[in-house]
């Protein structure tokens, strides 16, 4: 082991969100534009071997939990391979994966015999139409057989929903959303609206906030806080009869960023230490320039030190990410 991996901030990093592409078979309103986005060359992209090489020194530095996102994580070809890698890492304690959910129906199971272990899947809307809308996709069904299956690995637990909650849509939605989280295994998460969506036409007030969406559940099911760790990204309630759980991520009503404890790893191999950060450190190309292990967890500790206090959404001079969701990894 290696000393553990802490911040200018005295925080210390736990968590590894590793994009593997940037590519995507929907487009959603929120992170990408309708076409014309250009993917990565293939021999940009990390290769297996090198995504579990840096992962192995996360996790002997402390990083033991691991998200895979993308783009779409589930369009990588080979996808459980690596998830079997990364499974039988030492240190590596939570596995899980972020998806649009529409392989989910081939893959759900694979996916766990390799050995994942957690799932998060994007669903905005319960209507065909709304979700063709938000996603530029027909494809609510699919989403919704693959998260059938997901159920039937009681191993893949929690099943997480995100809904990204934007003013002038999301309202519809929550009561139905809501009645999902009570019928089903899921815990159903509205995450509130960020400015990443790659036509840059976010606007703060296209914002619906957390405690917004809360109120209009209580409305009808009254609501118990579930406590969870500091560096939790989500506040957790229950549905105060049981049935059920609901989740909220309010990063820019209730900014989160005095416990973060994460980093990411984009597909081409730079550390972002802030989903909003302008810098990025370039770990691919020391990587394939035949860096030791040595020398690679010094740029790490060393970028880790310029993590940014907080992201800065809600005071003036804010400046936008240097790149889209899709680009970064979710």
């Known amino acids: 082991m290696r000393d553990p991996l802490v911040d200018g901030w005295a925080r210390e990093i736990k968590s590894v969100r590793v994009s593997v592409t940037d590519k995507c078979n929907f487009r959603c309103k929120y992170c990408m534009p309708a076409e014309g986005l250009e993917w990565l060359p293939r021999e940009e992209v990390l290769s297996f071997e090198e995504i579990a090489r840096l992962v192995r020194l996360l996790a002997e530095m402390g990083v033991d939990e691991v998200r895979l996102t993308g783009g779409e ?14 499974a039988k890492t030492p240190g590596v304690e939570d596995l899980s994966l972020t998806t649009n959910g529409i392989l989910l129906d081939r893959l759900a199971g694979p996916l766990v015999e390799a050995g994942l272990r957690r799932i998060n899947v994007s669903l905005d809307s319960l209507s065909h139409t709304r979700f063709a809308e938000i996603t530029r996709r ?94 939790s990204t989500a506040k957790r309630y229950r549905f105060a009869d049981g049935a059920g759980e609901i989740g909220f991520v309010n990063p820019v009503s209730e900014p989160f960023c005095s416990t973060c404890d994460r980093i990411r790893l984009t597909a081409d191999g730079r550390l972002r230490t802030c989903l909003f950060s302008r810098r990025e450190w370039d770990l691919k190309e020391p990587l394939r320039g035949g860096a030791s292990d040595d020398e690679l967890a010094d740029l790490v500790r060393w970028a880790i030190q310029h993590k940014e206090l907080k992201h800065r959404i809600n005071e003036p001079g804010f400046v936008r990410a240097s790149r889209s969701m899709s680009q970064i990894g979710g």
Do not use: H
């Not at 994580?73 to 990364?86: A, E, I, S, W, Y």
């Not at 309202?171 to 969506?197: N, T």
């Open 73 to 86: 994580p589930l369009v990588r070809r080979d996808l459980t391979t690596l998830v079997g890698m990364l």
């Open 138 to 231: 027909d494809a609510l069904d699919r989403v919704l057989t693959g998260l059938a299956e997901a159920e039937k690995y009681p191993e893949l637990r929690p099943i997480k929903v995100n809904c990204v909650a934007i003013r002038g849509f999301t309202e519809e939605e929550v009561p139905a959303l809501a009645e999902l989280a009570r019928r089903k295994p899921y815990v159903v998460r509205f995450i509130e609206f960020m400015p990443l969506d790659a036509d840059e036409a976010w606007r703060q007030d296209e914002v619906l906030a957390g405690g917004e969406i809360r109120a209009l559940i209580e409305e009808r099911w009254p609501l118990v806080e579930v406590p969870a760790k500091a560096s």
